[in-house]
């Protein structure tokens, strides 16, 4: 897929990859072999049916293309954008034996184009049951339980806390690798299923899960996702340009940082940049801070490259943007001067082994410290769950942890109560979210329908 230049784009916050072009991506879908038993399908958690919406790319049916698409999935743009594709249904494409897999994800982002450029709605809705659900969250994983409840017949409403729509595709991923012309096109598509937004609601403080039942829902949908950040608990964590990335992606994204040169977003970024993690957030906050004034940015890893959990096609965007890295490094330190950070010590680190994640722990050297020099620090390790709904839900059963405890199809200890995504597995991906929704709206439509036909309701 054409990519910007690094020299180009790490001057704005347009999109990096440009999208195939009518003829670039019927010559990918021709690569595609139409395999019999296709493995791609089963490496996607949203259940998409690849070889046939390949197959309609192949004869020039793109609007059926994006409608087989829309079967599975309501945010076909968003995934064809950020989704871990090459783990996922092109790590099972059969092409990987003798060379490069077909480009799932960016046949998915131009069929998804293709239908939002031309405003096509190409989501159907059945007729509608008198069912009414209320979605808590307007992540991923609550717009895919509204999605495709709505296409079922219920009648949905999404509660967000925030003043903008999308959760994490809103406030967390910077603008060059998820448009927010691209979010918004997808919800209005949800909406135009019926289903209905109220943002500036905070459920367990402006309202709460059993008066929403009062109310007249009939089921509660919990997609509330991560909540505070996690810190490093050293000393000068607290020192002035010091940031979670929580927050500073938060108000670059919110406060319209990417529109810089209409809109002065109140956030310093110093000369020196240091980041300190190994995930996409990590690699976004570094690639924010380019964009955003930083003169020399680096990322500090406490294990290799090997065990960064960012997608490597981002950590080479990085890369390719100036970003530096320093891997089995670890913080121990935040130094200032007046109020503001100046230095970090580190600690290097080896690798011992596997821990309870599966990679190699990472273990201080004794005596290995040094320093590097720094004006903004931006600390992105992970978040905890949103405490929002489970603080004033008491017969919500959580873990120790935090976490939402459900079984394998998202039902809580409330009857009538689902929940799912990060607020349940911890932060995770985009399509690891679209995932517990399917499997959350499901579980809800067996449950009604299994109550109906009781009542001897036929549909």
């Not at 192949?58 to 076909?76: C, H, M, Q, T, W």
Request: glycine residues 10%; charged residues 25%; contains cysteine.
């Amino acid at each position: 897929m054409p990519r910007r230049s690094p020299e180009e784009r790490v001057k704005d916050f347009d999109e990096v990859a440009l999208g195939f072009t009518e003829e670039q991506a019927l010559r990918e879908a021709e690569r595609c072999l139409q395999c019999p038993n296709p493995t791609c399908v089963s490496g996607c958690p949203a259940q998409i049916d690849v070889k046939a919406f390949i197959a309609y790319i192949r004869k020039g049916d793109f609007e059926a293309a994006v409608r087989k698409i829309r079967e599975k999935n309501s945010l076909p743009g968003v995934c064809g954008r950020v989704c871990p594709q090459e783990t996922q249904c092109e790590a099972a494409c059969i092409l990987n034996r003798k060379g490069a897999a077909v480009n799932i994800g960016g046949l998915e982002r131009f069929a998804a184009d293709y239908a939002l450029t031309r405003n096509l709605q190409v989501a159907d809705r059945a007729e509608g049951n008198g069912l009414t659900v209320a979605v808590i969250g307007s992540g991923p994983s609550g717009l895919t339980v509204a999605g495709d409840l709505a296409r079922l017949g219920y009648d949905v409403t999404v509660f967000e806390a925030l003043h903008e729509y999308g959760g994490v595709l809103t406030y967390g991923i910077p603008e060059f690798r998820l448009p927010k012309r691209v979010v918004k096109a997808e919800i209005d598509s949800i909406a135009r299923m019926g289903v209905r937004f109220q943002k500036d609601v905070i459920v367990g403080k402006t309202v709460t899960v059993e008066e929403l039942f009062e109310e007249g829902f009939k089921a509660i949908f919990i997609g509330t996702g991560a909540g505070p950040p996690l810190f490093l608990n050293v000393p000068g964590e607290n020192l002035n340009g010091v940031y979670t990335a929580n927050e500073f992606l938060t108000r670059c994204n919110l406060m319209k940082a990417y529109l810089f040169d209409i809109y002065d977003t109140p956030i310093y970024v110093g000369g020196e940049v240091i980041v300190v993690g190994g995930g996409n957030v990590a690699v976004d906050a570094a690639r924010v801070a380019m964009r955003a004034g930083g003169r020399r940015v680096t990322i500090l890893y406490r294990r290799t490259r090997e065990e960064m959990p960012a997608r490597v096609e981002e950590v080479r965007n990085a890369e390719e943007e100036g970003v530096r890295f320093m891997f089995l490094t670890n913080p121990v330190k935040f130094t200032g001067h007046n109020g503001w950070v100046r230095c970090v010590e580190c600690l290097k680190m080896r690798l011992g082994s596997p821990d309870e994640s599966g990679r190699p722990r990472p273990i201080p050297v004794r005596g290995s410290n040094f320093a590097v020099n720094t004006d903004t620090v931006i600390i992105a390790i992970g978040r905890k769950p949103n405490p929002t709904v489970t603080q004033t839900t008491p017969r919500l059963k959580t873990l120790e942890s935090g976490l939402i405890h459900t079984d394998s199809q998202g039902r809580t200890s409330i009857k009538e109560v689902w929940a799912g995504g990060d607020v349940v597995t911890g932060e995770a991906t985009v399509i690891s979210a679209i995932g517990a929704g399917k499997t959350a709206a499901e579980s809800i439509h067996n449950y009604f329908t299994r109550i109906l036909k009781r009542k001897g309701v036929k549909r």
